[in-house]
């Protein structure tokens, strides 16, 4: 007998029949003896209709953000999966299986104060251990969790992929199991790249860098979580039939497995290709070329909760000016101009001038860390495909290559097949 979590995302969860298939992937668990623990999300679009009503009410003037206020959001947000917790429920009280929903505040999963994209602290997993004993499941809301001021808070989009993570973590369990509308991570997006692989194992850096770098299958902390506390964690399908051979394979369910570089025997020099749409750039010209010139940029910019991206500063010709140009996501632009000309004498520069709508294409993998070359292979892939490059930055085990949006696709599938990773 094992502990197990199981995560259903939104499109696993999106009608009623859904709901239904989603309670015999859980009967198959409960009836192999397992204690069971089951996440979900809120139907699939649901999240985005709230989101959509919040953004069409008037704005706040003088409260403490200049939109709406926070809690409030999180409030009328979170209340998509508590929606689908209490449906799964019942779906399994009509199978004779005894369950009953959580909310976040229940159990309770405190978080920080940063309501809309709360980190989760801690959380009380006693309750629903001593539950799952006595043969009852959990079904616990994902995506939010109680902050320090006793109100509701919201994970951040994506963010029931963490609850799962951090839920197995806090019940110790064997293994967590997310469901969602693709078999495992494959190679890069599937819906993109038809020719994409299934990966049978992938080395949380390398997740964490897809993640992070725009494969949205997972939520980035929850990798970070996965990481951090050896949660063993498989992405798998709802879509598939709950009671086909195989799926109850405890050892070897099918799907993807996240884990310890040092359990992939055979590991290749890219693992995987991903993107991140609507990217802008940001370009400020003839600034003086003196020290402390980058923190004049870019400190506004970090108090102004901008995320600045890739970062390019050209070598002086004369030693007096340059000019430096980064990304920032497109829906911060406006924002970012404004802060930067609000600090023009301080950092000195002549113009700005700034481009959306670019995407950034990525290359991953663990083994290029022992290989040189592989950054060279992409420029000459991209360039035989008369595709522009406007801004490189590299790690260790990644390339980010800042292009033009109409090329995303061909950029992607391109590097997908020049590095092999095109099934046969
Ligand atoms: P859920 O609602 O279950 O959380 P998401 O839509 O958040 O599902 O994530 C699953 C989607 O992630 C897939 O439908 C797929 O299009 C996308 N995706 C992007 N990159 C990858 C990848 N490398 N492997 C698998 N899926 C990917
Ligand atoms: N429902 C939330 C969202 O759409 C959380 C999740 O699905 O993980 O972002
Ligand atoms: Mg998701």
Redesign the pocket.
Known sequence: MARIVMK?????VADLDRIKNVARHVKREVDAGHEVAVVV?AM?GKTNELVGWVQGMPKVVGGDSPFYDAREYDAIVASGEQVTSGLLAIALQAMDINARSWQGWQIPIRTDNAHGAARILEIDGADIVKRMGEGQVAVIAGFQGLGPDNRVATLGR?G??TSAVAIAAAVKADRCD?????D????????IVPQ?RRLKKIAFEEMLE?ASL????LQVRSVELAMVFKVRTF?RSSFEDPDAPGMGDFLNPPGTLICDEEEIVEQEVVT?I?YAKDEAQISLRRLADRPGVSAAIFGPLAESHINVDMIVQNISEDGSKTDMTFTVPSGDVEKAIKVLGENKDKIGYDVVQNESGLVKVSVIGIGMRSHAGVAATAFKALADKGINIKAITTSEIKISILIDGPYAELAVRTLHSCYGLDKN
Do not use: E, N
Request: glycine share 18%; hydrophobic share 30%; net charge negative.
């Open positions: 259903f995302g939104g499109t696993s999300s699939s994506g029931s992929d997310i469901y969602t509308d693709v495992g991570v494959y190679t890069t997006d599937p819906r994409a897809m725009g494969a949205k299958v992405v995987g991903a």
